[in-house]
């Protein structure tokens, strides 16, 4: 099982970005799914996480408004739309999901982050 991350870079100030995680590998079903991002120095803070439907999603105070979570369950794919970004979202930024599978109890994967860096 693998969660890649793409769709990171370097942008100014006021630009957007779009994220994507694609699963794969053998599992029989994507629970909730979220991004979490941690910026040097500090610690790992969740962005946003969504359920498997796609019905419910959750956002960190910080990023309301300009940060949209979204789910293709299809792709296997989770997005996160990034706009209006700001220097303080410089962060590396990793996907997690909650992978159900013939283990038992669904597992949390995360995948190898992908770095945002904007400039002012």
């Known amino acids: 099982v693998q969660l890649v991350e793409s769709g990171g870079g370097l942008v100014q100030a006021g630009g957007s970005l779009r994220l994507s995680c694609a699963a794969s590998g053998s599992f029989f079903s994507i629970n909730a799914m979220g991004w979490y991002r941690q910026a040097p120095g500090k610690q790992r803070e969740l962005v946003a996480t969504?359920?498997?439907?796609?019905?419910?999603?959750n956002y960190a105070d910080s990023v309301k408004g300009r940060f949209t979570i979204s789910r293709d369950n299809a792709k296997n794919t989770m997005y996160l739309q990034m706009n209006s970004l700001k220097p303080e979202d410089t962060a590396v930024y990793y996907c997690n999901a909650d992978l159900g599978g013939g283990w038992g109890s669904p597992i949390r994967y995360w995948g190898q982050g992908t770095q945002v860096t904007v400039s002012s």
């Open positions: 969504i359920t498997s439907g796609g019905g419910s999603t």
